[in-house]
């Protein structure tokens, strides 16, 4: 299994709005063939872990500065909708690529890989602007998977 973006935007078929989409795609054939899962609105950069109870965890980068996650409990063929809970941060990498994985054994705790700083809106560049800094990368984990 591995998660892809997408875009539809006026030069791939759109209508000019771009609306941006995470998938995943999955094989129950070793790789012979493939399947495209459920669209989530909302999300681009993408990655997912098989969680403890046999779901799918998917974290997303957004455009609204906060990380959205989503569950699947079908291998992806649908999800739920996209929700920045549990996660309690609102500024942890919301516009940047994380990155989650699920450690072997018995309790088989998540990890999440993200910026964690906040937005600065006082840059040299654009005074006023919010800035996503990419900034002191954090590790965080979950037991309760």
Request: glycine share 10%; with cysteine.
């Amino acid at each position: 299994m591995f998660d892809v973006q997408h875009k539809k935007g006026p030069f791939n078929g759109g209508t000019g709005r771009d609306l941006i989409f995470s998938h995943v795609m999955y094989s129950d054939t070793a790789g012979r063939s493939w399947r495209v899962g459920a669209a989530i609105p909302g999300g681009n950069e993408c990655h997912s872990v098989l969680a403890r109870d046999g779901s799918l965890l998917m974290t997303m980068r957004t455009n609204t500065l906060k990380r959205n996650f989503a569950w699947s409990t079908d291998k992806g063929a649908s999800f739920s909708a996209p929700t920045n809970k549990p996660f309690p941060y609102d500024y942890a990498g919301g516009q940047c690529e994380s990155t989650m994985l699920a450690l072997p054994g018995p309790t088989r705790p998540l990890l999440l890989s993200t910026p964690f700083s906040q937005y600065d809106k006082n840059t040299s560049t654009n005074p006023g602007a919010l800035v996503p800094p990419r900034a002191n990368g954090t590790l965080f984990i979950s037991y309760d998977s």
